[in-house]
């Protein structure tokens, strides 16, 4: 894994600091007692060790830019191989979270930072000539000629928006480990009051991991669900899940409900092939469906997710009897399933249930 | 329990006060034979005679601060001030004598003085004389501020103001004279900083003063019919408030509105919202709501002048919005 390197906080009261030099190239070799670069701070200029063995893979904050403590200036790879890689992702995005949050947050301090000195300037007039602290301050800056800084514009709807949630709802999610951001993906409206949170499933524990499991189990659904309402959840959750593992998750759910079993595990994959296998999928939250591990155990039901193709259903070739729900251009699902070990009526509740989630989302949360 | 107005509860206070502590007095316009414009004190100069009931001239500041001074040197006098607006005449012997002597005498002086006065709009008499300016003085430490929401409690807070060894302000609101509640004929006192559980509720907490007991106690009923159990608290002293009642009440049903007959901005409903925000916030479940008179000059039009004070409907309404989770736009 490549390595974050952060401006260190070197003082108690520093919140950032100047990068004088780099004492490494990228694509040069480090060793965790290296010195890395010099840092200044309003106290001290200090030789800062790389803290880690690897490839300088890039940097990400010149010498003589100044840095907020906490973000990313520089990225050291494992060996020379993993430093072309994250090298060639230019901006080394593909490290983490980690990276594009302080991306994010540079910026908004870079935009932010003439703000001071200009209003430092604006007040020099009224201070006597020569007034030590007021004269620095004004002399950075040059009054009324000082151009405008814009403001950062308001974070958009995305990764680090804010839900909006009473502090009751707040508090309770809290304690009961529910994701709020899960919530408003399936469907919940803002701001999400305590009775949304009150009700929404408890989230399941993660599953150990085992090996995925093939699509293979005694009851076989085909859906496309390509224009529904689940479709346009999907387009409104951050992160989105898989589609294929978002269908799992509300056909846990109409299993459950149709079925009345404590645990329900579905076999899933889409057209890709990408297969896994979920436990109780409908209780882990839609943002988090992507990191769910592979469940033990057979199981209850497999999908196959046909969105995007033209395919409408397929049957195995061991046959049963084939059961189809379409709505109108929306979605199609097809249960194919063998009468000995799912009922009619069940298979029946079941698939009409699942319609009427990809339907109207809600229900899933219910 | 027999019933009796609010006034007869307030004449019965002071004339039992009177005839156990002979160092009451009381002093203000039109107080004897006139028995005040409400006629809440008839028959009590009859009883104690002039030399204990004491018509004054038109002359507020003159004669509040007599009784500062009465009070400093070991009387207990009984201040009537006509109207609430009247206040601002005699802030300096109230707010910068009463209220700071105890403190600035390091103790040696004390000031056992009842300004009783009234508050309340809807009786068409204008922009000076229909103000509710209890806020006004609950701003000043030394102070304590009563507002009893019926005879019951007009007489228990009486009395202990009566008995209290420091500067106590009671606001009577004037439309509730002739409300009648039931009092017991024996003696009782209302502790100060005594919230009371009008009624209970899951669902939303209305902290109500004075007259807005009544609103609420009708706005309750409405949202009742429709399922919704709202919680009524009487504060009964907004100094001292009694925040423990306020805010398990608010734990408990995670929605708030303050209801008060003050103007809204700067007022009694931002105090008791601002201290539910800080200390039940996690507890909230919506914003708290404040329900005010308008701030405008108390109307003369009586059209207008319903206006600006709040109702049971509005209130009902409030809830309602609150409820649903909707954002909150009204002032």
Redesign the interface.
């Known amino acids: 894994m490549p390595h974050d390197v952060l401006m260190p906080q070197l003082g108690m009261a520093q919140d950032a600091g100047l990068i004088v030099a780099w004492h490494k190239a990228p694509g040069e070799a480090v060793a965790a007692d290296d010195v890395l670069m010099e840092v200044e701070t309003d106290k001290a200029t200090m030789e800062v060790p790389a803290g880690r063995d690897g490839v300088l893979a890039l940097i990400r904050a010149e010498a003589g830019t100044e840095v907020p403590v906490g973000d990313v200036i520089a990225i050291i790879a494992a060996d020379a191989a993993e430093a072309a890689r994250v090298a060639d992702t230019k901006d080394g995005a593909s490290t983490g979270s980690a990276a594009s949050v302080a991306d994010a947050s540079k910026a908004a301090s870079v935009a932010e930072a003439p703000a001071p000195a200009e209003k430092s300037a604006g007040h020099a007039p009224s201070a006597p000539v020569g007034n030590g602290a007021s004269g620095a301050a004004a002399s950075t800056g040059n009054g009324a000629s000082a151009p405008a800084v814009p403001r950062p514009a308001a974070p958009a709807a995305g990764a680090d928006r804010r839900i909006l949630a ?6 309770a999610a809290a304690e009961r480990g529910i994701d709020l951001a899960a919530l408003v993906a399936a469907g919940a409206t803002e ?1 999400i ?3 949304t949170v009150r009700t929404a499933p408890e989230p399941a524990a993660t599953p150990a991991p085992a090996a995925a499991a093939a699509v293979a189990a005694a009851s076989i659904l085909t859906a496309d669900a390509g224009r529904s309402a689940f479709d346009a959840l999907l387009a409104d959750a951050d992160p989105a899940p898989p589609r294929a593992r978002a269908l799992a998750a509300f056909a846990a759910g109409a299993w459950r409900a149709a079925t009345g079993a404590a645990s329900v595990t579905v076999g899933c994959a889409d057209l890709a092939g990408s297969p896994a296998s979920l436990a109780d999928a409908d209780r882990a939250g839609l943002t988090r469906l992507a990191d769910l591990a592979d469940a033990d155990g057979p199981a209850d039901l497999a999908l196959v997710d046909l969105t995007g193709s033209r395919l409408t259903h397929y049957r195995p070739a061991a046959g049963g009897t084939t059961l189809t729900i379409t709505g109108g251009e929306a979605f199609a699902l097809s249960l194919a399933f063998d009468e000995a070990r799912l009922p009619l009526p069940l298979a029946a509740r079941f698939l009409d249930d699942l319609a009427r989630r990809l339907e109207d989302p809600i229900r899933q949360l219910l | 329990m027999r019933e009796i107005t609010l006034s007869k509860a307030v004449n019965e206070a002071i004339a039992e006060e009177m005839r156990r502590d002979p160092t009451i007095i009381l002093m203000g316009e039109d107080v004897a034979e006139a028995g005040t414009p409400f006629k809440v004190l008839s028959g009590l100069v009859e009883e104690f005679g002039p030399e204990r009931i004491l018509d004054t001239p038109i002359s507020e500041p003159g004669f509040t601060g007599i009784a500062v001074g009465a009070a400093m040197t070991g009387m207990r006098p009984i201040v009537d001030l006509m109207f609430g607006d009247f206040l601002f005449l005699v802030m300096d012997q109230l707010c910068n004598q009463a209220a700071k002597t105890h403190y600035m005498s390091g103790g040696k002086l004390s000031v056992p003085m009842v300004l009783r006065t009234n508050m309340g709009a809807t009786r068409r008499s204008a922009a000076q004389h229909s103000q509710s300016l209890h806020a006004l003085v609950a701003h000043i430490p030394g102070l304590k501020v009563a507002m009893p929401s019926s005879a019951y409690e007009a007489k228990g807070l009486l009395k202990t103001a009566i008995r209290d060894n420091n500067p106590v302000v009671i606001f009577e609101d004037k439309l509730m004279y002739q409300d009648k509640a039931g009092v017991p004929e024996e003696e009782y006192l209302i502790p100060f900083g005594e919230a009371k559980v009008l009624r209970e509720g899951r669902d939303i907490t209305f902290v109500a003063t004075s007259s807005m007991r009544q609103v609420a106690e009708k706005a309750a009923e409405t949202l009742s019919a429709e399922g919704i159990e709202a919680e009524i608290i009487d504060p009964r002293t907004i100094v001292p408030l009694d925040e423990a009642t306020i805010l398990a009440s608010v734990r408990k049903t ?1 929605r708030a509105i303050v209801v008060d007959e003050g103007h809204q901005s700067f007022g009694v409903t931002a105090e008791i919202a601002a201290r539910i925000a800080e200390k039940a ?6 914003p708290v709501g404040r329900m005010g008179a308008m701030d405008v000059p108390v109307p003369f039009s009586p059209a207008l002048e319903d206006l600006t004070v709040p109702t049971p409907e509005r209130l009902a309404e409030r809830a309602r919005a609150t409820l649903r ?1 909707e954002p909150v736009h009204a002032a």
Do not use: N, T
């Open positions: 009473s502090p009751k709802a707040r508090r701001p009051l305590y009775e | 995670g916030f996690y507890y909230l479940d919506a989770g």
